[in-house]
């Protein structure tokens, strides 16, 4: 009977576990890249950081909304159709905006690694081609001008769905550079593995789940920098 108890336990635990691809997933993902080199990687990522800014990419929504925007208006539409179209419009917006202003507000409270500069995603091409200024966010996520990346080195960081990563389905605080390609681990992200999520927040002091992430995303940062340092791979 303990036997059977303990091959059930087995079973709840490690098969989700498995469907997840959590056992492999960082391996494969930069099976090309030795693991000294994903070091490097990680920690010259940190030092352009701690020396620059973080980049915090927010989702607009944008072609979602330009979509709507075209089938609101053909003239032919009738008027439940219409209606309908708008109220997904107004939620689009309504959701978006709120979490963005969890993200900023998770972000402003509990990140202190470095500086911190907030965009929109449908701005990403204008950064990637070394625009300096015009798209940054102020506190009420409107445009100023005045903001401007000076010429600091910098990292892009997102809250939301990563689709190479194994909890695709689970929103994290995720790191990727000026391709959209995701920092190779160590490179730290605010991922939970083994999907425990809901236990460790059991115990953190967050409010809000962006929160949650954003405060352990900037933990690990501190984490790993500290532990470079030591080894002497950040001077």
Not at 171 to 192: H, Q, Y
């Amino acid at each position: 009977m303990k036997s059977c108890t303990l091959l059930m336990w087995l079973a709840l635990v490690f098969v989700p576990m498995l469907a997840l691809g959590q056992f492999d997933a960082d391996a494969n993902r930069y099976d090309t890249i030795g693991i000294g080199g994903r070091r490097q990687i990680a920690a010259d990522a940190l030092q352009a950081i701690k020396e620059g800014v973080l980049i915090v990419r927010l989702a607009s929504n944008s072609r979602k909304l330009e979509e709507l925007d075209k089938l609101l208006a053909n003239k032919d539409l009738n008027e439940n159709r219409r209606q309908r179209l708008q109220e997904m419009k107004d939620q689009t917006v309504a959701e978006t905006s709120e979490e963005n202003r969890l993200v900023v507000e998770a972000f402003n409270t509990f990140y202190d690694f470095s500086d911190l500069l907030f965009m929109y995603d449908a701005d990403v091409q204008r950064l990637k081609q070394g625009e300096q200024s015009g798209y940054f966010l102020d506190k009420n996520l409107q445009v100023d001008p005045n903001i401007s990346l000076n010429g600091r080195s910098y990292i892009i960081a997102f809250y939301g769905n990563n689709l190479s990563s194994a909890l695709k389905e689970r929103k994290s605080v995720f790191v990727v550079d000026t391709n959209n390609i995701d920092l190779p681990p160590p490179f730290p992200d605010s991922s939970d593995k083994f999907a425990f999520e809901f236990i460790a927040r059991w115990f953190d002091v967050t409010d809000t789940r962006q929160g949650y992430h954003v405060r352990k995303f900037n933990r690990r940062l501190h984490g790993l920098y500290a532990e470079y340092q030591e080894k002497g791979l950040i001077k």
